[in-house]
T-cell receptor
Framework: EAGVAQSPRYKIIEKRQSVAFWCNPISGHATLYWYQQILGQGPKLLIQFQNNGVVDDSQLPKDRFSAERLKGVDSTLKIQPAKLEDSAVYLC????????????FGPGTRLLVL | GNSVTQMEGPVTLSEEAFLTINCTYTATGYPSLFWYVQYPGEGLQLLLKATKADDKGSNKGFEATYRKETTSFHLEKGSVQVSDSAVYFCASMDTGRRALTFGSGTRLQVQP
């Protein structure tokens, strides 16, 4: 079974530029998560989708971050404009959507904002 | 909101030593508890989990018991190997929310 796919793996941009990350979850997984992991910290949830609807985006900085999951499969996370403090690893995870389910993580996209 | 606190690293051990990584949580209800591991250059992988009080999760020689009275979920292994060198994350999942709340991670280095 294929795992969670993410691209690109690495991205370097200058502040105030835009960037987009892509995630393809495990086939059949209804729930998709985006986490931000700053160096030396644990991952922090940015947004959670159930199929193509948003369940929780309370910690998403909506003035600069946006995310969508069209057709309930792939998802894109965008930052516009980027700030220095956005330098982090962006992790995508998916799960079946049942109670107490295991979340499966992708390899992450490492973003460096200069 | 929920939070998870785990011991700071790095933890450096010799091969075959006993490992304990402490983890405590705060929650309004009775969350599910998890340990995830991140090997060098790889993504997060579930190591073990427990969904209710007194449950014991186990995998690859690692164990952790859900202790409601001390709000803890300490990770243990009787004899570590060099291949166990990784970063270990404790996490909780609120039953109403389903997203994971992670601790800051503990780096384990096992020397031969």
């Amino acid at each position: 079974e294929a795992g969670v796919a993410q691209s690109p793996r690495y991205k370097i941009i200058e502040k105030r530029q835009s960037v987009a990350f892509w995630c393809n979850p495990i086939s059949g997984h209804a729930t998709l998560y985006w986490y931000q992991q700053i160096l030396g910290q644990g991952p922090k949830l940015l947004i959670q989708f159930q199929n193509n609807g948003v369940v929780d985006d309370s910690q998403l900085p909506k003035d600069r971050f946006s995310a969508e999951r069209l057709k309930g499969v792939d998802s894109t996370l965008k930052i516009q404009p980027a700030k220095l403090e956005d330098s982090a690893v962006y992790l995508c995870a998916s799960s079946t959507g049942t109670a107490q389910e295991t979340q499966y993580f992708g390899p992450g996209t490492r973003l460096l904002v200069l | 909101g929920n939070s998870v606190t785990q011991m700071e690293g790095p933890v450096t051990l010799s091969e075959e030593a006993f490992l304990t990584i402490n983890c405590t949580y705060t929650a309004t209800g009775y969350p599910s508890l998890f340990w995830y591991v991140q090997y060098p250059g790889e993504g997060l992988q579930l190591l073990l989990k427990a969904t209710k009080a007194d449950d014991k999760g186990s995998n690859k020689g690692f164990e952790a018991t859900y202790r409601k009275e001390t709000t803890s979920f300490h990770l243990e292994k009787g004899s570590v190997q060099v291949s166990d060198s990784a970063v270990y994350f404790c996490a909780s999942m609120d039953t109403g929310r389903r997203a994971l709340t992670f601790g800051s991670g503990t780096r384990l280095q096992v020397q031969p």
